[in-house]
């Protein structure tokens, strides 16, 4: 493509030249002409590649915007992980930040009742790193066959194709599956509707391994706003919803054109194999957070997102980021959710972009890559390494190996053993369960914020079935007993 300073010359897809972009070649010589003919390639071409403009969108997490920008090292974590990215105070690599929500579709509003998607590719010198988080530290199930249920109960209705603005089908999801409360509990709190992208935290959720030549330590990962956290009332993020629908990607993109380059501070809370043993709550459980007060955030770096794409298509619809893309340094532990996020995620890839997708500039590792044991498919377009030997330990080329013998997330001193034999395995829901919404309800009443999250609820329930407003009255009674009263008697004051 020509660069700006120079005027481009118009040409059809492989370079002929052409005069008139608006002329189509047609039968006549009298003033009605009219027959298009089929040696047209200028206009055949065109309204052959309109029709194939669009790519699947995400099933889950279809709206979103982006930025790039970068993450600095501030903390020595040479103790933690051999990530080279992670080490050497200072050190930069460049991001691609994609912040999405997850139920809507492609054009929705932005301003919804719902969770912030977080996906980050950190372009290092050992290959890319993604962090695929979202804005709330816990999540609404453990069992990972569950994650096509739970999307679905908060997308449109199969018969109608309406939106559920009652709110019926996720709340009976919800209440059929209720280890789900916590997360629940954040949502429907005055956190559940974001201001802004810039004002969010994001976080890992589930529990990674972070290795060094010496062992591991378990780790979950955090992102802070440094701008703060805000949000919107139900009320506002109605009123916007109908005035700037795209207010979050305007708010982020015009943030950056002004030069108000928005920060998040990366921390880490980590935990040994031996206090993983004793901890009381699973730490393999995504419906759990790690209180602050057992395991301290300790600072790692910094993100600065400073420049908005150049082109949304290529730089973020194209963006493919995945829990499987690690580097050195980095390792899944045995956490189910994330084991089975490490295949969808490539998997919806390869399927919505392509088996090369990897190739495509938002998505190709600023280190070198050779991979010669994947070849051809569609879309290759790089040199596909030409004559070199597409089958292992051939003679005919030599190769250097420096990552270590297993897969990228090999992790010495694995922990393996405390996980146990091969077991069918479904969760079962206990009074346990709802310690931690229990605590976040506490803290609702410190900040006075009790009376918003049960308006909150209940304005969201109050067109719902009663079976279905009597199980979700039900369920917060777990939480708390004046919480389940409460939205209750705002129901009936509805009636
Ligand atoms: C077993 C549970 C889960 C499965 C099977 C799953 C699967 C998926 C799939 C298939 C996509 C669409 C990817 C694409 O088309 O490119 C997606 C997107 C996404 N998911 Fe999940 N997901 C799960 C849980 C989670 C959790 C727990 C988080 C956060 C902690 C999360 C964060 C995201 C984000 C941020 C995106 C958007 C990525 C982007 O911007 O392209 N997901 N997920």
Redesign the pocket.
């Known amino acids: 493509m020509p660069t700006n300073d120079v005027v481009p010359i118009y040409t059809l897809a492989e370079g002929c030249p052409v005069a008139d972009p608006t002329t189509a070649q047609r039968v006549g010589n009298s003033p009605v002409k009219g027959l298009i003919l089929l040696q047209d390639t200028q206009l055949i071409e065109t309204l052959a590649h309109f029709s194939r403009e669009r790519i699947p969108e995400?099933?889950?997490?279809a709206s979103?915007a982006g930025a790039w920008g970068e993450f600095e090292v501030t903390h020595n974590n040479s103790h933690l992980t051999s990530a080279k990215f992670l080490n050497g105070i200072g050190k930069r690599s460049k991001v691609l930040l994609?912040v999405?929500t997850?139920g809507p579709e492609r054009g929705h509003a932005e301003t919804v009742r719902d969770v912030r998607?977080?996906?980050m590719k950190i372009f290092t010198e050992e290959g890319n790193q993604d962090f695929?988080?979202?804005n709330i530290p816990v999540?609404f199930?453990r069992d990972?066959i569950k994650?096509?249920s739970l999307n679905r109960s908060h997308k449109r209705h199969p018969a109608t194709n309406l939106p559920d603005s009652t709110m019926a089908k996720p709340y009976s999801f919800h209440n059929n599956n209720q280890e789900g409360i916590h997360a629940l509990m954040i949502l429907f709190s005055n956190r559940g509707i974001p201001a802004s992208i810039r004002h969010i935290n994001s976080?890992?959720?589930?529990t990674y391994k972070l290795t060094t030549e010496n062992g591991f330590v378990y780790a979950k990962i955090h992102l802070k706003s440094d701008q703060g956290i805000k949000n919107l009332s139900q009320d506002e993020a109605n009123r916007l919803a109908g005035e700037n629908p795209s207010h979050n990607t305007a708010d982020l993109y015009n943030a950056i054109e002004r030069g108000d380059y928005p920060t998040w501070t990366m921390y880490l809370q980590v935990m040994t194999p031996e206090q993983a043993e004793n901890y009381r709550w699973n730490i393999f459980d995504?419906t759990k957070v790690w209180p602050h007060s057992d395991f301290p955030l300790q600072p790692v770096g910094k993100m600065r997102l400073n420049r908005n794409p150049t082109n949304y298509f290529t730089d973020i619809e194209q963006?493919?980021?995945s829990p499987s893309t690690m580097v050195p340094g980095i390792a899944p532990s045995a956490d189910p959710?994330l084991q089975?996020?490490m295949f969808?995620?490539p998997?919806?890839?390869r399927y919505?972009l392509g088996v090369n997708y990897q190739q495509l500039p938002c998505n190709a590792p600023v280190s070198e890559v050779y991979t010669p044991y994947q070849r051809d498919g569609a879309f290759r377009y790089n040199s596909n390494y030409g004559g070199d030997p597409n089958y292992v330990r051939s003679s005919f080329r030599p190769i250097k190996f420096e990552g270590r013998v297993g897969a990228n997330g090999y992790a010495p001193g694995g922990h393996e053993e405390w996980v146990g034999l091969v077991a069918g395995y479904s969760s079962e829901v206990t009074d346990e369960d709802f310690v931690q919404a229990r605590e976040m309800w506490k803290v609702l009443g410190e900040s006075n914020e009790q009376d918003d999250f049960v308006h909150n609820v209940a304005t969201h329930l109050k067109s719902a079935l009663p079976q279905v407003q009597l199980e979700t009255i039900n369920m917060f009674k777990r939480v708390d007993a004046v919480l389940g009263s409460s939205i209750k008697s705002v129901l009936s004051s509805h009636i």
Do not use: E
């Open positions: 995400r099933t889950v997490h979103a994609r999405s997850v998607g977080w996906g695929v988080f979202n999540f199930v990972p994650f096509p976080y890992s959720g589930n995504m963006a493919a980021f959710m089975a996020r969808a995620y998997d919806a890839a919505r």
